[in-house]
Nanobody, 118 residues
Framework: VQLQASGGGLVQAGGSLRLSCAAS????????MGWYRQAPGKQRDLVAT???????NYADSVKGRFTISRDNAKDTVYLQMNSLKPEDTAVYYC?????????????WGQGTLVTVSS
């Protein structure tokens, strides 16, 4: 497994969860890491991304509630999710992008389920 995600679970609305995703040493020189999510019957959507330099990007629906961070030394990305809402319920997928001259590599984790009850 090249991206190992953990931290999903069941939480009540208003609660918090923290997701983690560690990249294996097989993936080196990662540029961007992040999280996407897919709710039942819907497409996979961006949640948040962070570059190796620390620049972040968030979906409008999670701004102010979710915080993405990264430990470059460990090639690990975190997603702190606060004030969770039932509509945040989805499978969350870890993502990593590596860019080399003429080559783009996209990596996906196995997904971790987040369920927010009302």
């Amino acid at each position: 497994v090249q991206l190992q995600a953990s931290g999903g679970g069941l939480v009540q609305a208003g609660g918090s969860l923290r997701l983690s995703c560690a990249a294996s040493r097989a993936i080196f020189n990662i540029n961007t890491m992040g999280w996407y999510r897919q709710a039942p019957g819907k497409q996979r959507d961006l949640v948040a991304t962070i570059t190796s330099g620390g620049s972040t990007n968030y979906a409008d629906s999670v701004k102010g509630r979710f915080t993405i961070s990264r430990d470059n030394a460990k090639d690990t990305v975190y997603l702190q999710m606060n004030s969770l809402k039932p509509e945040d319920t989805a499978v969350y997928y870890c993502y990593a992008l590596r860019l080399r001259v003429g080559v783009r590599d996209d990596f996906w984790g196995q997904g971790t389920l987040v369920t927010v009850s009302s």
